[in-house]
Every structure is written in structure tokens, then in C-alpha cells.
Antibody
Framework: EVQLLESGGDLVQPGGSLRLSCAAS????????MSWVRQAPGKGLEWVST????????YYADAVKGRFTISRDNSKDTLYLQMNSLRAEDTAIYFC?????????????????WGRGTLVTVSS | IVLTQSPGTLSLSPGERATLSCRAS???????LAWYQQRSGQGPRVLIY???NRATGIPDRFTASGSGTDFTLTISRLEPEDFAVYYC?????????FGPGTTVDIK
């Protein structure tokens, strides 16, 4: 059974940092691109970042570029998101998602399995 | 690409047919459009990819069609578990973007 289990969400002050983790099981983690997608409370979905399956390429939404860093450890079947310089507008549920990437140059990606998410709240 | 979904809310009874629309501000490359279902308190689940292809394990009461800028998801006969929020997402142009969602609720 495919599972994605996010953790690390917390209440953090503006300007602070947080590291999210996503533990994967039930599939060959290294064969897939992996992504983070967020959802502000009561709002829609927003793509955040993707890590490719084949060449370690990373992609970021403009809203987080330069502040967030995605990484993965295939030996641990785990995806990470390091979030720095956090802002109130980063408050959201962060979902980890197994991804199908259709380009080597652009994040042309859809998400074929999702976790249940972890809540990040940025507030003083 | 900006995606617009209509209607915002669809109030129907179990057994009825639901038709959801997703319109893109410009043509979606290769018709790379996906549909997701999100039940309350859960992560989304992919239903459809590349405009009309059902994902693994998705019942055949879910069908989708469309190309270019206009796409449709149809649920032929609503089951109780189908009352949820539905999102379209394009991945033919960078960055990938989602529509605002259509809520299908019980009339």
C-alpha cells in the first residue's frame, strides 16, 4: 500500500525556519519525482516545489524561490522541505505528493498520490 | 495559465449526474490537464490525467473530456462518497496551476 506521511509542521514566528519531512512507503521512491503542494486554510491548492526522479533537478514556485529548499534521501525514502524566512502567507497545510514529471526543463508535473498533509502556521 | 472552474458549488442528490467545467486562460499544452477529488480533511486524489484518462482504481462513473481551453468532468451517478471538492490542474505550461475548485454537496 502506497503511503506518504508528512511531519514537521508547527507554529513559527515570521522570519523563522521549519523543516518538513515526508516518509514514503509502498513504492520504489527513487523512481518518482516528488513534490510539495500547499493549501492555505479554506483555500485552493498551490504547487510549491518538485524534485526530479532522474537528474536531481529542482523546481520552485516564484512565491518560495530563494527561501525554500527541496531535497530527498532515496536511501531513507524521504522527501524534505527546508523553509526559511517564513511569512504569514506561507501558512498552509503542506502536502507531499508523488509526481509524474513530463519535462526535463520545466515543472510539467501532475500528482498521482498525496499524503494527508502537515500544518504550518506562521504567526507572532 | 489561470484556470476557472464552474459552477463554484453544485447541489445535487445521490444518483444524479454532475457536470463540472474547467476553463483555461490559454491553451493547455498537450492537453495536460488533471482532475482531483478532495474529501473533507483528506489529501486530494487524482481522478483523471491528460484530460480524459482515468487514474488507476477510479470508477468508470467518472469521465472527462476536452481540449485546448475547455475541459469537463462528468460523474454519471453520484454516490455518497462523491460529495467533495473537485479541482482541475494544468501541467502543460510552467508553472503548474490549479483551479479554485467546485464543491459538490448534497441537496
Amino acid at each position: 500500500e502506497v503511503q506518504l506521511l508528512e511531519s514537521g509542521g508547527d507554529l513559527v514566528q515570521p522570519g523563522g525556519s521549519l523543516r518538513l519531512s515526508c516518509a514514503a512507503s509502498g513504492f520504489t521512491f527513487g523512481f518518482y519525482a516528488m513534490s510539495w503542494v500547499r493549501q492555505a486554510p479554506g483555500k485552493g491548492l498551490e504547487w510549491v516545489s518538485t524534485f526530479s526522479d532522474s537528474d536531481d533537478t529542482t523546481y520552485y514556485a516564484d512565491a518560495v524561490k530563494g527561501r525554500f529548499t527541496i531535497s530527498r534521501d532515496n536511501s531513507k525514502d524521504t522527501l524534505y522541505l527546508q523553509m526559511n524566512s517564513l511569512r504569514a502567507e506561507d501558512t498552509a497545510i503542506y502536502f507531499c505528493a508523488r509526481s509524474l514529471l513530463h519535462s526535463h526543463s520545466y515543472p510539467l508535473v501532475y500528482f498521482n498520490f498525496w499524503g494527508r498533509g502537515t500544518l504550518v502556521t506562521v504567526s507572532s | 495559465i489561470v484556470l476557472t472552474q464552474s459552477p463554484g458549488t453544485l447541489s445535487l442528490s445521490p444518483g444524479e449526474r454532475a457536470t463540472l467545467s474547467c476553463r483555461a486562460s490559454q491553451s493547455v499544452g498537450n492537453n495536460y490537464l488533471a482532475w482531483y477529488q478532495q474529501r473533507s480533511g483528506q489529501g486530494p486524489r487524482v481522478l483523471i490525467y491528460r484530460a480524459s484518462n482515468r487514474a488507476t482504481g477510479i470508477p468508470d462513473r467518472f469521465t472527462a473530456s476536452g481540449s485546448g481551453t475547455d475541459f469537463t468532468l462528468t460523474i454519471s451517478r453520484l454516490e455518497p462518497e462523491d460529495f467533495a471538492v473537485y479541482y482541475c490542474q494544468q501541467y502543460g505550461n510552467s508553472p503548474p496551476t490549479f483551479g479554485p475548485g467546485t464543491t459538490v454537496d448534497i441537496k
